[in-house]
């Protein structure tokens, strides 16, 4: 993934902080109530209470409430007078009033903006959201699932990935801090799933855990000395590393300017540097054909929009009898036709523009551009233990990421985000897969 130059609106303050992404700039207005101190000008929906009507956050209090007590859960007040009963996952309210006004007002939303702002916690956060996310369908009864468009707003259309759009996009997620990236994933910075030899897995294991899902996409797509392979989505550059380490001479494109400059020193520094050209290039602007494509987890970031030319740019890239490498996440088909409109929590704050694919849209999709399938594998535990070894090494990096000069919200939004996805792979809700896809010829 790659950014573009920064603009006069998106230069990092004096502080050192990150930039501020439209969500975090100052919306007046609000009335002002809860957040823990958190800095109005940055986080506007978490310093000040939304203005949720008293009906809707009833509602929302009796729905969820009751939802809450029907699980396998311990739902606590806060008060530290009601102790666990079991092993089971918990929540504790810490102001209840405000987190069903949130939910109120924005249902998961506000969900994930109550526990930025400090109104509930869990001790145990994956299980806890693992639990919510394989009784979705449960949360709210039959009968009044219609209603959902009440409380879900469609995404802004400033997300929508144009080229500028694009390039917005990954600037505002990629390009928050190298440094960030590096406080919690391995020494090879990489940042798509491993593949683990035995669980449960361990921190030391997950350079090698890299590896071998590099090599293995590496061999998906026959990539060996002298293979001209083109990358799309550079992250900061091991799968390029790897891939010239093997002979192959490699053009990988990125829309983010601090990846692409990490990765270009890493690449010089492993005498690598003849073999590899790292292009600050959108994937709709490829230029010639090589004899294979490998893009890791970047297909989330083209948005469902675009992906009719995500896989005619692919196809359009091959050499007849190439193959094509991918590794994506994938939710089931319904999920996707209900997330594909929604302003999630995730599409808010994390991840803007994205929408993850279903199996079944990248079949559809790469088969009108001319291309098939020919494996598909699926590893959804392997990512349920990279983003717990993620996630603890964030927390234990905490100072490290303070010092960077990101606030308590953001370090709780970091933490509900990595918890959120773990648990997303945990319930089977999302899946990761290895797709090799071809033109149907073969040299």
Not at 205 to 222: E, G, V, Y
Request: aromatic share 8%.
């Amino acid at each position: 993934m790659t950014r573009p130059a920064i603009t006069p609106d998106h230069q990092a303050p004096p502080s050192g902080r990150p930039p501020l992404m439209p969500e975090q700039r100052r919306m007046p207005g609000r009335t002002p109530a809860a957040g823990r101190g958190a800095d109005p000008a940055r986080w506007p929906d978490v310093a000040r209470l939304p203005a949720a009507g008293p009906a809707r956050t009833a509602v929302a209090a009796h729905l969820v409430g009751r939802a809450l007590k029907r699980l396998p859960l311990e739902v606590r007040d806060g008060t530290g007078t009601d102790a666990a009963t079991g092993p089971r996952p918990d929540i504790t309210l810490h102001d209840p009033d405000a987190f069903f006004q949130r939910i109120g007002h924005a249902g998961l939303i506000g969900f994930g903006e109550s526990y930025m702002a400090g109104e509930w916690d869990s001790d145990d956060l994956p299980g806890l959201l693992t639990v919510l996310a394989t009784h979705v369908d449960e949360l709210v009864p039959a009968p009044l699932r219609g209603l959902r468009p009440l409380w879900v707003s469609h995404r802004p259309g400033r997300d929508r990935n144009t080229r500028r759009g694009a390039r917005e996009n990954i600037h505002r997620h990629y390009d928050l801090s190298n440094d960030l990236f590096a406080a919690f994933l391995d020494p090879t910075l990489t940042y798509s799933s491993a593949v683990f030899t035995a669980f449960p897995a361990r921190y030391e294991d997950l350079p090698a855990a890299q590896h071998r899902k590099i090599d293995r996409l590496l061999d998906l797509a026959h990539v060996t000395d002298g293979t001209e392979l083109l990358e799309i989505g550079t992250g900061w550059g091991e799968l390029a590393l790897r891939a010239a380490a093997r002979g192959a001479r490699v053009t990988t494109l990125t829309l983010s300017a601090e990846q692409a400059a990490l990765a270009r020193a890493r690449i010089d520094a492993a005498g690598l540097g003849d073999r590899v050209e790292v292009r600050l290039c959108d994937y709709r602007d490829v230029e010639g054909r090589y004899d294979a494509v490998v893009s890791v987890e970047m297909i989330e970031a083209v948005g469902a929009e675009y992906w009719p030319s995500y896989f005619a740019a692919l196809r359009a890239a091959l050499h007849p009898g190439g193959r094509v490498a991918l590794q994506a996440i994938t939710m089931g088909h319904r999920q996707m036709l209900n997330t594909a409109a929604t302003h999630t929590w995730i599409s808010k704050y994390v991840f803007p523009g994205g929408l993850i694919p279903s199996r079944r849209a990248i079949t559809e999709h790469a088969a009108a551009a001319g291309l098939r399938t020919e494996s598909d594998m699926g590893f959804a535990e392997h990512y349920a233990q990279t983003l717990r070894l993620w996630r603890e090494r964030f927390t234990a990096n905490q100072a490290t990421v303070a010092e960077l000069g990101f606030d308590t919200v953001f370090q709780r939004l970091w933490d509900f985000y990595l918890a959120y996805s773990e648990a997303g792979f945990r319930s089977r809700y999302l899946d990761v897969r290895q797709i090799v896809l071809t033109d149907g010829t073969f040299r």
